[in-house]
């Protein structure tokens, strides 16, 4: 039994080391680095998890690592230490090394704040929450309503509740059979919403739409002046020379340093026309440059007598002093001077750029599709062609064609903004490295190529659509606007998206209904509007503010509405007064003396008289006429018959018998508040019911209001309940 035993014990050794050394032979990793690529492969969940988290990346062309320590988490929350893990590996799964730091620092933040947000004692759960197979949809939910109590009214927390789902949906994609994992799915649940929608982008209010459209017209202006000074220049124009004199040590007044800046650039524009939009960019970077501008076969000393390094030298001082009119636009370098004089640049040209979107509400995408040949992108209005045109374009994700119309004339209107650009881009149609069929074209700051990349000697918006955070970010410093919030994240820049919001906001805020703003935006349909761009904070504020003067209105026509109050005369006095007359003239004199009476006009007790001001409780002078509040939404040139509504227009007029009226009424009222939900009864009676008691607390003879509340209670008067009837 024990020598079979040997032998089995031997021959399973000598397949296993059979088998060990076939696996050597096809090249099958033995050692811990295989293991763990096999687990992998297998789908199986990393045993150990770094807490120092170091992501590869590539920005502008340089690889660089990014670190991401969750060391002080897991001290602070021991007890979540699995899920740490597991989420920390999730975002292992979904940084992409191609894209730049901000989606893996999404990912970070978002993990620490749901971490917190389980061990937070104000929000507990029906259980303990320690690993992903244990988060459903309520938890996500509860996030949800955790983001909003602690960050509130943070565009950001949208983005954290989709960052979460996303790194639980990897992780049960990858490890489904892992039970600490599991392959459930959360259903999604609403956005982070205040008012209960679904929410778009956060967009921009009013203060910082007004503030952004004030800095677009002053780079503009500016723009425009030192574009006009480059065209100035002629062939009798002084210019920089060899034998011009170094510039000078230290500020000189306005004038002189006007002089030089017309010099320098004049030396450019006549004695080298070819630089640089028909050179390469390797002959234009550095041209100008002190260091590097060496002429061929000439001494150290002739290359610094050489004009080229004299221009140089008066780039560099002209940016340091540059005149009030164009030191707004805080050049950096003399290149980037000399490029936004005699072209653009991407600083000069975002003006325009971001001008046009705040102004015509369309989406960036849209902008960047004008071509520089504006004429296939207009048509003339059908509503006076001379004044209008109709500017047309298409969005690049859906090829859908959108169209606004703009006035042709006004430097600053959004044709005349395209017309400029446009003329200042085509001027240079001849250059080789010109862009046909792009509208936004620009001259780089310098000529020069980060390691491993090229540079064009022209771009253009089209192309870098993605990468206008640095430019938008300088526009923002430039005007000192960061203050305002304008940017969302700590050295980011503006989120175009918001702009258009924004416009929704504007036109939310001069009137316009959804209607009109779904057309406007050039939606197909009105919840893609009221959902994505009547639903942000902005938009909330402006209900905000309307809401406060719906208020504030009710409350001015309850305190002094401009009901007419006769308590001297009955209306039955003024019939029986008036019908006793025998003639015109005797009518005339009786009328007058009831008006002097009564404080009415003489119109208004004419009309008194006619069957037709009798209602259900007060008397109307003008029924064709009426004044209650939203009387618009209900009449369109109709006779009113909302009795109801009397107690709100100025053409009623109260008698004293009509307080028994008012008293049933009121009677009524407190019934229906019983039959309604109380929302409704508030929409729908709570004005009416107050004005009606506004009368009775105002009438001066107490007596007859006591006696006019016994009637009704005794049912002496009676009144339909619903007197919402329309004509």
């Not at 109050?565 to 006095?573: F, G, H, I, M």
């Amino acid at each position: 039994m024990a020598k079979n035993l040997d032998r089995y014990t031997d021959s399973k050794r000598d397949k296993t080391l059979k088998l060990l050394e076939t696996q050597s032979e096809v090249g099958l990793q033995l050692d811990e680095a295989g293991a763990k690529t096999r687990a992998a492969a297998r789908a199986i969940f990393p045993r150990e998890v770094p807490q120092l988290l170091l992501l590869e990346s590539t920005d502008k062309g340089k690889k660089h690592t990014l670190r991401y320590d969750f060391t002080e988490l897991h001290m602070r929350y021991p007890c979540s230490k699995l899920i740490i893990e597991q989420l920390v590996h999730g975002m292992q799964l979904i940084a992409d090394p191609l894209q730049s730091c901000g989606p893996p620092s999404n990912s970070r933040y978002t993990i620490i704040e749901f971490v917190e947000f389980l061990n937070d004692k104000n929000f507990p759960h029906d259980k303990a929450i320690t690993c992903v197979a244990d988060i459903t949809t309520l938890t996500h939910d509860a996030f949800r309503i955790y983001l909003l109590y602690v960050f509130p009214k943070r565009h950001v927390n949208r983005l954290r509740l989709a960052s979460i789902k996303r790194l639980v949906y990897a992780l049960v994609k990858r490890y489904h059979r892992e039970q600490a994992v599991g392959s459930r799915l959360f259903k999604s649940v609403r956005g982070i919403s205040s008012n209960g929608r679904t929410e778009g982008t956060q967009g921009l209010n009013i203060a910082q739409m007004s503030a952004l459209r004030n800095a677009c017209i002053i780079d503009i202006a500016a723009v425009k002046k030192l574009h006009s000074f480059y065209e100035s220049i002629d062939n009798n124009c002084e210019r920089i020379t060899v034998d011009s004199p170094p510039p000078p040590k230290g500020a000189v007044n306005e004038e002189v340093a006007e002089r030089f800046l017309l010099m320098t650039l004049a030396a450019v524009k006549l004695d080298y026309p070819d630089y640089p939009l028909n050179m390469t960019a390797r002959e234009a970077e550095g041209f100008f440059n002190p260091n590097k501008c060496v002429e061929p076969r000439l001494n150290r000393w002739s290359q610094r007598t050489s004009s080229r390094y004299r221009v140089g030298q008066y780039l560099k001082y002209c940016v340091n002093n540059l005149p009030a009119r164009f030191n707004i636009l805080r050049f950096r370098q003399g290149q980037e001077l000399l490029h936004a004089a005699m072209h653009f640049t991407p600083c000069t040209l975002y003006p325009f750029l971001l001008h046009v979107l705040i102004y015509s509400g369309l989406n960036l995408e849209t902008v960047v599709n004008f071509s520089d040949d504006l004429d296939k992108h207009t048509s003339p209005s059908l509503h006076e062609p001379h004044k209008y045109v109709m500017l047309h374009s298409y969005k690049g994700r859906t090829k859908d064609t959108q169209s606004i119309l703009c006035m042709r004339n006004g430097s600053f209107g959004i044709y005349g903004i395209l017309q400029y650009v446009e003329s200042i881009v085509t001027r240079y149609k001849s250059s080789p490295h010109y862009n046909h069929g792009s509208l936004w074209q620009y001259l780089p700051v310098v000529f020069k190529a980060m390691p491993g990349t090229t540079i064009e000697v022209l771009n253009n918006f089209h192309d870098v659509i993605t990468k206008l955070c640095n430019t938008s970010r300088r526009f923002i410093e430039r005007h000192s606007l960061l203050e305002m919030g304008i940017v969302e994240t700590k050295g980011g820049g503006i989120n175009h998206r918001r702009i258009r919001n924004g416009y929704a906001t504007l036109l939310q805020r001069y009137g316009h209904n959804v209607q009109e703003i779904t057309r406007a935006l050039k939606h197909k349909n009105m919840s893609t509007t009221d959902k994505y761009y009547l639903s942000d904070n902005s938009s909330n504020d402006i209900f905000d503010e309307r809401i406060i003067e719906i208020q504030n209105l009710y409350i001015d026509n309850i305190s002094n509405f401009n009901l007419r109050v006769v308590e001297s005369k009955t209306l039955k006095d003024l019939r029986d007064a008036i019908n006793r007359a025998t003639s015109e003239v005797e009518r005339r004199r009786l009328t007058k003396a009831l008006a002097d009476e009564t404080g009415l006009e003489e119109q208004i007790i004419t009309r008194l008289m006619s069957p037709e001001s009798d209602t259900y409780i007060l008397a109307c002078t003008d029924s064709k006429n009426p004044t209650w509040p939203g009387y618009r939404d209900f009449l369109r040139n109709q006779e009113c018959s909302f009795f109801n509504k009397c107690c709100l227009c100025s053409q009623a007029v109260v008698f004293a018998e009509t307080l028994p009226f008012i008293a049933r009424r009121l009677m009524d009222l407190e019934e229906l508040k019983n039959d309604i939900p109380s929302s409704e009864w508030i929409a729908n009676y709570g004005d009416e019911c107050d004005a009606w008691q506004a009368i009775l607390d105002r009438w001066s003879d107490r007596q007859s209001v006591d006696e006019a509340r016994l009637a009704a209670s005794r049912g002496d008067v009676l009144l339909p309940k619903i007197m919402r009837v329309s004509a």
